[in-house]
């Protein structure tokens, strides 16, 4: 494999560089590191509840200093994909700020009465009635969005519902499966491309996950790295029938060579 120039880093937010409120050690030096030699970088998550901002706030508080315009969420790429799909459309929306924050953003319109879209996201509250006039409304003709396919989350509390649980509910009373937009959907990585203004040849995504972040970043042309600080770990990834490009112990293994993540 020959090495570009300069690499573009995409990586995973959750399990790579923070755990719940914490952030993996050495992830500040990391990223230190990035800046240091001016190499680009954008941090993913799944998680379509908070804004950018939000994010940035959230990572700040860890000890993490990210730009909110170097943090790509779910919610974005859907907005993003929505846009180029059905200009100045209407929906009807299960989720946080994050998500109507990015289709109001758009000029959509949200709306329960004829929405092109039902669009489901990640929350906190989900209630049976929003639940149920989704699935009226999908049943009406709605075509049906759901930003990721994640079904469970953690919490400090144990395991919570995530939006593809939520939108398998939907799925088996209405028999109309939802469209997921991020990961594993390489769209998600092809939008971040695009919004960067690079090419998957000299870009590489690092993740926690085989079944999300190295399948879409294998599915987008990237190389890709698997750190063990996450829900990967060497026995797991083995069961999967496709390989991620280097597997390291966390992303402070990196630190030292980032201009060169693949010849140490």
Do not use: C
Request: glycine share 8%.
């Amino acid at each position: 494999m020959t090495e570009p120039s300069t690499w573009t880093y995409l990586m995973d937010m959750d399990g790579v560089l923070v755990h719940e409120e914490h952030m993996v050690p050495g992830a500040d030096e990391f990223v230190a590191a990035l800046r240091e030699h001016g190499i680009p970088f954008m941090v993913f998550t799944n998680n379509s509840i908070y804004t950018p901002r939000d994010l940035r706030a959230r990572l700040l508080r860890s000890g993490l200093d990210i730009p909110e315009e170097a943090i790509w969420t779910s919610a974005l790429a859907t907005a993003q994909f929505l846009e180029q799909q059905r200009p100045g459309g209407s929906a009807f929306v299960v989720g946080e700020s994050g998500l109507t924050t990015a289709l109001h953003n758009i000029g959509y319109v949200l709306t329960d009465r004829d929405p092109d879209y039902v669009i489901l996201g990640e929350t906190r509250t989900y209630s049976f009635e929003a639940i149920t006039k989704a699935i009226r409304l999908v049943e009406n003709g709605a075509r049906f969005i759901a930003t990721n396919p994640d079904e469970k989350g953690p919490s400090r509390e144990g395991t919570l519902p995530a939006t593809g649980a939520v939108a398998a509910l939907i799925e088996r009373v209405t028999g109309r499966a939802p469209y997921y937009v991020g990961k594993p959907n390489p769209l998600m990585m092809r939008s971040a491309l695009r919004h960067l203004g690079v090419h998957s040849e000299n870009t590489l995504m690092i993740g926690d996950r085989m079944d999300t972040d190295v399948r879409s970043g294998l599915e987008s042309g990237l190389q890709t790295i698997l750190v063990l600080s996450g829900i990967s770990d060497e026995d797991t990834a083995e069961l999967f029938p496709y390989r991620p490009t280097k597997v390291v112990r966390s992303i402070a293994d990196l630190r030292d060579h980032v201009t060169d993540p693949f010849k140490a």
